[in-house]
């Protein structure tokens, strides 16, 4: 790390947005209320800037040795090294001549490292009339601070084990090679709250309490269905305000058929996420409010549903569901938090770190050809089934993780435009009954696709060419087969009411041959 720290009384201050950054964003900085918060399993410790006092869930006061969080005349805030130390994982040490911190905080991640094969000397910059920083001796192993080592480049930029970056001549160094950061630190472990038997859950969109009278006939019509997560919350305002449809009779219900219920808050409202999250006393109170409201209905969980979540929001996003997961664990509710197929677009909902606090994590693995798409295609093929369960289980534990299915297709119409290009001009959601209905309707067939394991048809009608890779059992139970070989903690279902009833005997018979097969 190459940045500026601060000197002052005796202790050394890191610049906090390297802090947060760079070395843990356990070290969470609130910019608009100016307030440093760590979240622990069971603590939510906050202090504030210029001062020694440290607030341990908005109780108990303690005193740190020096301040923790200075503000600098020009009004960057540096945190003490000294707190960091007490949460982070890092390793440092002091130089002189010149003044330098090397810290090391990047553990597990590899490093590009070369031997000195030859008594050189490191100038300041890649010229041998450039001046001399310091000399390294035959043996001696530097950090690679560039993209790769080649032949053909005359100095090779590096850092020395005692921090002074320049540049050594290539002729004088050996091989690069790569190496894993490790040290004896031990992560702090997070209690879960799971259960013994494999997840079955499904999502019930709920519009307005009368909806919740559907609960009856839709759980009916289904078979090992244990998991419930009815759309009842959203935003209602800046100040972290809830409108809830929550229903104490649906749960007394569902908990009679044997079924969890875990409440869903969206971010689908007008209210700018954003806006809610990244204020301490907001953030604060849309937890307060989503957890109470959970409570009072008897709900078993809250299942997060934000879709919204840009760069932006991302480390107010992460905080929030780590404070959301104190007050889970301290009411014994479940918490499980709905993700997208975790690609390079979307690595800021940092799903990794979600793995590490949350009960669950649930992978909607759906929308591979969504309404904005610019050809049509599957909603899901099993191919991007495939690439859910892998890329999501490098970054989460398999026994955090739940896979989503699509119980609905889209009905994709396009037409030829004038330069020849196929143009999409209507996009349907359609539920697996709707999707038969329509293509029998028009006169269509369906025949079995290979390559994205579902059935497919295709018609013309009213001068357009209609498109259908159809969700039902057949496609699903495909999907179930990668699911259950990774041994996953379970399924979802985006929605319960789309579904075809001999779709719940598939799902019901991979689960329990996983739950015999894993016992």
């Not at 992560?187 to 013994?196: F, L, R, S």
């Amino acid at each position: 790390m190459q940045d500026k720290a601060y000197k002052i009384d005796n202790d050394i201050y890191i610049e906090q947005s390297i802090v947060s950054s760079v070395i843990d964003s356990i070290l969470y900085w609130d910019a608009n209320e100016k307030i440093l918060i760590v979240t622990t399993p069971t603590k939510i410790i906050k202090v504030g800037v210029n001062s020694k006092k440290i607030i341990v869930n908005d109780k108990e006061s303690l005193d740190f040795e020096t301040d923790v969080v200075k503000e600098m005349s020009d009004g960057t805030i540096g945190i003490a090294l000294s707190y960091i130390e007490q949460y982070a994982n890092i390793e440092y040490k002091m130089y002189d001549n010149p003044n330098r911190l090397v810290l090391t905080s990047n553990w597990g991640n590899e490093v590009l490292k070369i031997k000195v094969m030859k008594d050189d000397v490191v100038r300041y910059k890649g010229d041998k009339n450039s001046e001399i920083l310091t000399k390294v001796k035959v043996g001696d192993v530097l950090y690679v601070l560039q993209d790769g080592v080649h032949s053909f480049q005359r100095y090779i930029y590096i850092m020395t084990k005692d921090g002074i970056a320049g540049y050594v001549l290539n002729k004088k160094i050996g091989k690069a090679y790569k190496e894993v950061l490790k040290n004896n630190y031990k992560k702090v472990e997070y209690p879960v709250n799971h259960t013994e038997e494999k997840i079955n859950l499904g999502w019930l969109q709920v519009t307005n309490m009368t909806a919740n009278n559907n609960l009856q006939n839709l759980v009916n019509k289904t078979s090992g269905l244990n998991v419930v997560s009815p759309t009842w919350f959203t935003i209602a305002s800046v100040n972290g305000d809830v409108n809830s449809l929550a229903s104490s009779m649906f749960v007394r219900y569902a908990h009679s058929k044997g079924i969890k219920v875990w409440a869903l808050v969206d971010d689908f409202s007008e209210v700018k996420l954003y806006d809610v999250i990244s204020k301490t006393s907001t953030r604060t109170n849309l937890i307060t409010n989503l957890v109470n409201s959970t409570r009072a209905c008897g709900a078993d969980g809250i299942n997060v549903d934000f879709e919204y979540i840009n760069k932006e929001s991302s480390p107010h996003y992460i905080q929030f569901l780590r404070e959301l997961s104190i007050k889970c664990r301290e009411y014994k509710l479940v918490l499980s938090v709905d993700s997208y197929v975790p690609l390079s677009y979307n690595e800021h909902y940092k799903i990794d770190e979600q793995g590490e606090f949350v009960d669950y994590v649930i992978i909607m693995a759906y929308d591979e050809h969504h309404k904005g798409s610019e050809k049509s295609g599957s909603v899901a093929s099993l191919n991007y089934t495939q690439i859910a369960v892998d890329k999501a289980m490098a970054k989460v534990p398999k026994e955090k993780l739940i896979i989503a299915n699509p119980f609905y297709s889209r009905l994709w119409g396009e037409k030829i435009d004038d330069n020849g290009n196929v143009i999409i001009e209507s996009v349907e959601t359609v539920d697996m009954v709707q999707g038969v209905q329509r293509v029998a309707a028009a006169g269509g067939k369906f025949t079995w696709n290979e390559d994205t394991m579902q059935n497919y048809a295709e018609y013309l009608q009213n001068g357009k060419n209609y498109k259908i890779w159809l969700e039902d059992s057949k496609s699903i139970a495909e999907k179930m087969k990668i699911i259950m070989a990774a041994d996953v903690a379970g399924v979802g279902a985006w929605r319960i009411g789309y579904e075809t009833a001999d779709v719940w005997p598939v799902i019901n018979n991979a689960l329990k041959t996983s739950n015999v097969n894993n016992n």
